[in-house]
């Protein structure tokens, strides 16, 4: 029920900045929990970051400081501001809807992806 699009990949230089964007459509629309994700050949899609509804955030802990992850609800879009990119930052990534996390006092954390992807968007970033 969800239609999500990504888009805002391409090549930089280590060091650099990029933006990615994810339009969403359908399901709950503002409602949803949402994730990046991302993926290199040979190895498992890892997490990125997540923003809930509500707008807590999670992060990756090697993205932490780096990557911000946002949201603006009038558009049902997602954003990841990618800082200080790097080699190792490579990859496709993917915007996740409907993922699952569970709260605490001592702060949120993703439990599973969700059913929804992006067709994913590559990010190349050049040493």
């Known amino acids: 029920q969800v239609q999500l699009v990504e888009s805002g990949g391409g090549l930089v230089q280590a060091g650099g900045s990029l933006r990615l964007s994810c339009a969403a459509s359908?399901?709950?629309?503002?409602?949803?929990?949402m994730g990046w994700y991302r993926q290199v050949p040979g190895k498992q899609r890892e997490l990125v970051a997540a923003?809930?509804?509500?707008?807590?955030?999670m992060y990756a802990d090697s993205m932490k400081g780096r990557f911000t992850i946002s949201r603006d609800n009038a558009k049902n879009t997602v954003y990841l501001q990618m800082n200080s990119l790097k080699p190792e930052d490579t990859a496709v990534y993917y915007c996740?809807?409907?993922?699952?996390?569970?709260?605490?006092?001592?702060?949120?954390?993703?439990?599973?992806?969700?059913?929804?992807w992006g067709q994913g968007t590559q990010v190349t970033v050049s040493s």
């Open positions: 996740n809807a409907d993922l699952s996390y569970s709260c605490s006092r001592y702060g949120c954390y993703v439990l599973s992806a969700g059913n929804y």
């Open positions: 923003i809930t509804h509500s707008g807590n955030t």
């Open positions: 359908g399901g709950s629309g503002s409602r949803n929990d």
